[in-house]
């Protein structure tokens, strides 16, 4: 369906005057897998525990030391807080492999979203440990020359935090694109040479054979693997050569690259920035939340 860009994520449809965009329905997609894993994970637990339950019981158990090795065992109530956003960040940015869902990390609105949440609840705290007069007060802190410096601090902490996320996210998206087109152009060179004569896709077909046939003899994978590519692009060559088959718009260097650069990129940097937000998240609500021998009263 034709749509329109709001906010770098294309309209599907009106509900009424709500746009319904890309990035809402993958959020929709992302709440409802979290709502029943989370349901499916946390009922009939037993006292002798299944494979399921282990693996439940030990991915919360880390998230818990995680937040009271960051933020102190008296933070430990901030767990759910904290494992909602690593989950939705890392589910968010794994549902763009899907290929027709759009990660919800790669729209900016989302990860700000989070980070004002971060902001407001250390805007809270603060207020609640020291009073509303003596919240605007550290603005004026150490000299009152610095409250315009504080004023920017306070908002340029969830700009940075959101930028951080997305930058990371969308710099990725644009790599794979930048490289995927790149691998288009280098597949339509290679077949064109590979079509213009039959002598070189034939020794390239002879060669990946003899390679297949070592490879299997001596049990070396690589060399196995380097003559099956040279076999079937040499297989290629001579079927386009002899008119056989118009095999040049065959994107053959596509094939798996793209796969590998969307496990980095949606698996593993996924998994670094929902970690990297997280924790900078239990770092700064950390600070406003201070272990109850440094402050009057205690925070809940």
């Known amino acids: ?32 897998i ?18 399921m339950q282990v693996l439940t019981e030990k991915g919360v158990q880390m998230m818990m ?7 102190g065992a008296h933070n430990i109530g901030w767990v759910p807080f904290i494992g ?11 549902i763009g492999m899907t290929g027709f869902l759009r990660s919800t990390t790669a729209d900016l609105a989302v990860v700000l979203t989070w980070a004002v949440m971060v902001s407001v609840i ?10 509303f007069l003596g919240w605007l007060k550290g603005f004026t802190e150490p000299i009152a020359v610095m409250t315009p410096m504080n004023i920017v601090s306070e908002i340029a902490q969830p700009v940075a935090m959101a930028f951080r ?21 280098a597949s339509t060179a290679l077949m064109n040479l590979l079509a213009s004569t039959i002598i ?7 060669g990946g054979v003899v390679l297949v046939v070592f490879g299997y003899k001596n049990k070396k994978f690589v060399q196995k693997l380097l003559g099956y590519v040279l076999a079937v692009l040499g297989a290629l060559g001579v079927i386009s050569a002899l008119g056989l088959l118009n095999v ?28 990297v937000f997280s924790l900078l998240s239990m770092v700064y609500i950390a600070g406003a939340c201070p272990p109850p021998e440094n402050k009057e009263q205690v925070v809940e």
Not at 122 to 131: A, E
Not at 200 to 206: E, G, W, Y
Request: net charge positive; proline share 3%.
């Open 200 to 206: 070189l896709p034939a020794l390239m077909l002879a």
């Open 248 to 275: 040049i718009e065959i994107p053959i260097l596509q094939l798996g690259v793209p796969a590998l650069l969307s496990v980095y990129f949606d698996l593993f940097s996924g998994f670094v920035q929902a970690f």
């Open 34 to 51: 979290m709502i029943v894993g989370g349901t499916l994970l946390g009922r009939n637990l037993k006292k002798r525990p299944g494979k």
């Open 165 to 185: 996320h997305f930058g990371n996210v969308a710099g990725g998206s644009i790599i794979t694109m930048i490289i995927y087109t790149a691998l288009a152009l």
């Open 65 to 71: 030391n995680l937040v009271s090795d960051t933020m």
């Open 84 to 94: 909602t956003i690593f989950v939705s960040s890392m589910l968010g940015s794994l």
């Open 122 to 131: 250390i805007w809270y705290q603060s207020i609640k440990r020291n009073g």
């Open 1 to 32: 369906m034709d749509g329109i860009e709001v906010r770098g994520a294309k309209t599907l449809f009106q509900f009424g005057s709500i746009a319904i965009t890309e990035t809402i329905v993958s959020l929709i997609v992302v709440f409802l």
